[in-house]
Structures are given as structure tokens and as C-alpha cells.
């Protein structure tokens, strides 16, 4: 099946620092969506991109839509502890299923 | 809007016993989807529905079953569990981004 190269698979950082993930395929995707998930809970939607080259920003978090439409970015600016968690990217074509990054576990030291 | 619910949250079961886990979301959504989710992995994709009716096996639909009577509801039916079928389930739906529920975490022993 299809499958999408998430990186880095995990991240330990220290708390203000920026923060960058990417997710890349051979497929091309008319929507990137980025999702987080924290302990127990199940997977909560941060960012939707449909335009190639589409750059979106959700507070401190920015992620842009790959011109070449296989791959995308995450950014988190000026990390904070409540953003400990696993963020998961997921590529869409069309009315097709949606196909999952492996995931990157960020965990950040006070 | 409740979104998207899940019950039950937490189940045990014995090997060989049945259950159903139950999805519902009340966001006129016509996909629904069911996803495993094992320790420290991503999620597998297990059954899927583009609407009321239809359904079609995902990447991992072996031991499981569902059905798609009403836009709202979608099941998902273990017959016979296994160990194997441990793991965190995931239910979600969308027209265009897609919505998680909370997740029902089963125990097969």
C-alpha cells in the first residue's frame, strides 16, 4: 500500500526551541493534514492543507503544502510543555482513504 | 456538536468472546472509518464506509466485520477475539477533514 516516510520518528528538545517534521511520499496528495495526539486520547486534527504550496499557521504552528504536492512540513515555534505528544501526518487523493505518516513522538525537557 | 463518540472506553475480554464496539457522530458525515492502534505505532486502517450501506475492508480487516445501517452509526463486530486484537481502537468520520473519536482500549486475555 502507500506509505509516507515521517521524520524524525522521535525528538527530544528543550523547552522555547522550534520544532520542524516532515512527511514525504511517492504518491501525490490533494490534502495534507497534520494531527496530534496526547496520551490516551485519540487523534486531534491542528492543521488541513489543500493547495500545493499552501503555507497555513494555527498559532504557534505553521505547515506548508509541498509545491510538488508529495510532501509536507510542520512547524512549532517557541515549544511549551502542553506540546508533548505524537503528531501524525496524513496525505488525502481525492474521495480516497486517508494514508498515515508513522508518526513523531516530540517530548520536550522543562 | 458531540463530534465523534465511542463506547465503551475500556473493555477486557476473554479469547473466543464476541463484542462490538459502537461509533456514532452526529456531524451528517458520510465517511467513517475504523483504525487499530497498537503500542507506539501509527494507525492501521481496518474497515472504512463512503456512506450509508456501503463498507470495504481497509488494511487490516481480518477478525472484524462492520456495518453501516444509518449515517450516524458504525460498528465494528469482533466475533472471535484474539490476543492479536489487543490495541487501542480509533473511530472517524469526515466529509472533508477527518475527526477521531476518543478511542476504546481492548484487552483480549
Known amino acids: 500500500g502507500q506509505q509516507l516516510n515521517q521524520s524524525p520518528q522521535s525528538m527530544f528538545i528543550q523547552e522555547g526551541e522550534d520544532v520542524s517534521m516532515n512527511c514525504t511520499s511517492s504518491s501525490i496528495f490533494n490534502t495534507w493534514l497534520w494531527y496530534k495526539q496526547d496520551p490516551g486520547e485519540g487523534p486531534v486534527l491542528l492543521i488541513a492543507l489543500y493547495k500545493a504550496g499552501e503555507l497555513t499557521s494555527n498559532g504557534r504552528l505553521t505547515a506548508q503544502f509541498g509545491i510538488t504536492r508529495k510532501d509536507s512540513f510542520l512547524n512549532i515555534s517557541a515549544s511549551i510543555p502542553s506540546d508533548v505528544g505524537i503528531y501524525f501526518c496524513a496525505g488525502q487523493q481525492g474521495a480516497q482513504k486517508l494514508v498515515f505518516g508513522q508518526g513523531t513522538r516530540l517530548t520536550i525537557n522543562p | 456538536n458531540a463530534g465523534v463518540t465511542q463506547t465503551p472506553k475500556f473493555r477486557i475480554l476473554k479469547i473466543g468472546q464476541s463484542m462490538t464496539l459502537q461509533c456514532t457522530q452526529d456531524m451528517n458525515h458520510n465517511y467513517m472509518y475504523w483504525y487499530r492502534q497498537d503500542p507506539g505505532m501509527g494507525l492501521k486502517l481496518i474497515y472504512y464506509?463512503?456512506?450509508?450501506?456501503?463498507?470495504d475492508k481497509g488494511e487490516v480487516p481480518n477478525g472484524y466485520n462492520v456495518s453501516r445501517s444509518t449515517t450516524e452509526d458504525f460498528p465494528l463486530r469482533l466475533e472471535l477475539a484474539a490476543p492479536s486484537q489487543t490495541s487501542v481502537y480509533f473511530c472517524?468520520?469526515?466529509?472533508?477533514?477527518?475527526?477521531f473519536g476518543p478511542g476504546t482500549r481492548l484487552t483480549v486475555t
Open positions: 464506509s463512503v456512506g450509508a450501506g456501503i463498507t
Open positions: 472517524a468520520s469526515r466529509n472533508y477533514e477527518q475527526y
